[in-house]
């Protein structure tokens, strides 16, 4: 897995790669950005291009091409595999051209930003893993990955989500409790979270969808974008669906939401326990499968309740699955909400 330095271990820029001596001649190559970008957003940007020629670099050991390399000289570099993936690095710093371009778009938003705000989105959000699993979402492509960062930027800025409160469920989703993270799941280590699809009770309004989303914000900024919750390694978190009940209309509500979820916290899904399939999930899966990219389709593995006990602790694992987790939703509750008012007294 790619190790990166946190931005505390080294008083350079934000983004720096560990054991990477050609790092600073990448930088050097670097074409100076538009001035309307802050710095702020330069490092954001430098750290999308450091990941990249990571990536692009084979095992960090290729000497970087210097700023006169043509486009004659790489046409013959490529027959040569010594300078092939220069000739790849020179590629991906002429892409990064593209970038003030995109910045440019979405400036007016971004301008909006206190420094004290872009800051503090960047030390919960925009670290060296959030740049990682945007590039690693969206195969690599530098501008693509760069234009969603800057989107997810924006919507942070105006939706807050750090600011979410589960006291705001008490009366909707939490009370059909469909959703509880218990744990750790004992084969690799990631977060559990486990869902009931048949105690959603709530209607397809749009009202409705809005809580859901929200809910599913809250369970993902309290697992992973808060302080001391798990370490960089378990950036993802499993999930077990107990799809009993399941119907197409409950798939086409609830999907909708999902996607939104997959673009804002990219690359946060482990992999997905799937339990009590009913005869229909076939259909179901037809409907599914079609929206999803092969990798993602890996990540579902339907299996039988007993076998849980192989892939989970069962101390983190309900009774109700065969597990030695006696569910006390009450006390559960009252645990988020004390959290979050310790959490709130710290912001003050």
Do not use: C
């Given at each position: ?37 802050t710095q702020e957003q ?103 990955s760069t234009r969603l ?200």
């Amino acid at each position: 897995m790619l190790r990166l330095k946190s931005e505390s271990s080294t008083s350079g820029p934000g983004y720096q790669l560990m054991d990477f001596p050609e790092l600073e001649k990448v930088r050097s190559l670097h074409k100076t950005y538009t001035k309307d970008v802050t710095q702020e957003q330069l490092d954001l940007m430098d750290g999308v291009l450091v990941l990249l020629v990571r990536v692009l670099v084979q095992d960090g050991e290729a000497i970087v091409a210097e700023s006169t390399v043509s486009e004659s000289s790489s046409d013959d570099a490529s027959s040569n595999n010594h300078t092939s993936s220069v000739v790849r690095v020179a590629k991906a710093l002429k892409a990064t051209r593209e970038i003030p371009q995109v910045v440019k778009q979405e400036k007016n938003t971004l301008k909006s930003m206190s420094a004290e705000e872009f800051n503090e989105l960047r030390r919960k959000l925009l670290d060296d893993f959030a740049i990682y699993r945007y590039l690693r979402g969206h195969a690599w492509a530098l501008d693509e990955s760069t234009r969603l960062i800057i989107k997810m930027l924006n919507w942070r800025h105006e939706y807050k989500p750090e600011n979410v409160r589960f006291e705001e469920f008490l009366d909707t989703t939490a009370k059909s409790k469909m959703f509880i993270d218990t744990g750790y799941a004992s084969d690799n280590g990631m977060p559990l979270f486990y869902m009931w699809v048949s105690r959603d009770l709530l209607d397809n309004s749009d009202e409705n969808k809005s809580l859901k989303f929200r809910h599913l914000i809250y369970v993902h900024e309290r697992n992973f974008i808060r302080e001391g919750r798990f370490k960089d390694d378990n950036f993802q978190m499993n999930w077990v669906v107990d799809v009993s009940g399941i119907s197409l209309n409950l798939v086409r509500r609830m999907k909708d939401i999902f996607d939104d979820i997959g673009f804002y916290y990219p690359e946060r899904l482990g992999r997905v326990f799937v339990i009590n399939a009913p005869w229909t999930i076939n259909l179901i899966w037809a409907f599914l499968s079609p929206f999803l990219s092969e990798e993602l389709k890996a990540k579902y593995m339907m299996i039988k309740m007993d076998e849980l006990k192989n892939k989970i602790d069962p101390d983190s694992l309900p009774t109700e699955f065969g597990g030695n987790l006696q569910i006390d939703w009450d006390a559960y509750y009252s645990k988020l909400m004390k959290e979050d008012k310790e959490r709130v007294g710290e912001q003050k």
